[in-house]
Every structure is written in C-alpha cells, then in structure tokens.
C-alpha cells in the first residue's frame, strides 16, 4: 500500500514527486538551513531574542510534512550542537539546549512534527487551517520555551519575558505563512482539487 493511501501529500511531494534517499536527505538540510537563515532576522531582545527561527520551523514543517519535518529540526539541533552557528545571534554549541531558549528550540522538532501531520491531512490548503495549523505549532513552541524558560526566570516574569514580547511578531510570521501555503497549492494546481 502507497503512502498516498494512508496521507495526503505535503506540497513538495507535488513540486518534486519522485521519492529517493538523495531526494530526502537534500529536503530535511534544505530546511534546517532554511531555519539557519531565518535565525539570522532577529530583534536581539533578552533573555530570549525574537528571531525568524519560527517563521522557518513552521514553513518547513508544513512543506516537508510530519517526518521529514521533524528531521529537519533534529539536523537543525544537531548542526548547532556540532559548532556550526546556526542559532540566534550565530550562536551555537550544546550549552544552548541547556539555556534560557532550550525550550524552544525542543519545541522546534515537535512543532514541525504536528504541522507536518496536519499539513499531510490537508491542513495547508485553505487560509483557514493554515492558520490553525500554524497557530498550533506556534503554540507548542511557546509551551516547550516558557515551561524550560521559567527555571531561569520564575513564573512571575516568564510571561513577559518569554510569551508577551513575541506575540505581535509572530502573528506576522503566521500570516505570511498562511498566505504563502494555500497560495502555493494553487499556482501548483490552478482550479483543481489538492
């Protein structure tokens, strides 16, 4: 039985159908540099900065779907644990698993994993589910980061240091992945089902 059988495809299935090893291993670095790069867009704020890490880790998901997805971001943790600087701020090393924004990044792999899954299940077809989807991974994230960011901090300033000041601009970041991904089905498959 196909995999179509069980799922339906993410959008990079469509845009490049033929499945190899090759093909999948040059999809999930693909999107742990992706998210490399957009940690380079960044409002150094502390003790968490707000970066474009997010935006990334969400349109990876929702492209390569919930395994390849979730591969992405464990190459993603791996790179940055290896020395490369890929985190916030160049940053890199394994001592930020162990920091202020660990959390987070913990919450990257799960967030990819649950878009992925919704997007396999057409979740990223319509402005509507996209913007659930997202919302949701969005929400994994700040529940990993805030739960791991209150041992450095206390439940007094968690909140309004690590959830408040992130809001607005990951808002933004949603909405251009809600109109990225529905908006890409289309000019794939004009008229036509998905």
């Known amino acids: 039985m196909n995999r179509a059988t069980h799922q339906r495809l993410v959008l990079v299935d469509t845009v490049w159908p033929a499945e190899s ?13 992706l998210v490399a790069l957009c940690s380079r867009v960044e409002i150094p704020l502390q003790p968490v900065p707000i970066t474009g890490q ?20 464990l190459s993603y943790l791996a790179l940055g644990a290896a020395g490369f600087p890929v985190f916030a701020s160049g940053a890199y090393g394994p001592a930020r698993f162990f920091g ?23 979740w990223d077809r319509r402005v509507i589910t996209t913007a ?26 968690v909140f309004t240091v690590g959830l408040f000041p992130f809001l607005m601009g990951d808002g933004l970041k949603i909405t251009l992945v ?3 991904l529905p908006l890409g089905w289309t000019l794939i498959n004009p008229g036509g089902q998905h």
């Open 21 to 33: 090893l090759r093909r999948d291993i040059t999809l999930i670095l693909t999107g742990a540099l």
């Open 54 to 73: 997010t935006f990334g880790v969400l349109l990876v998901g929702a492209l390569l779907g919930s395994r390849k997805g979730a591969m992405s971001m």
């Open 100 to 122: 202020p924004t660990g959390g987070y990044l913990a919450g990257f792999v799960i967030a990819a994993a649950l878009v992925g899954w919704l997007s396999e299940r057409g």
């Open 132 to 157: 659930l989807a997202m919302a949701l991974g969005m929400l994994v994230i700040y529940g990993c980061g805030v739960a791991w960011l209150v041992h450095f901090v206390g439940w007094e300033r």
């Open 178 to 180: 809600v109109l990225t």
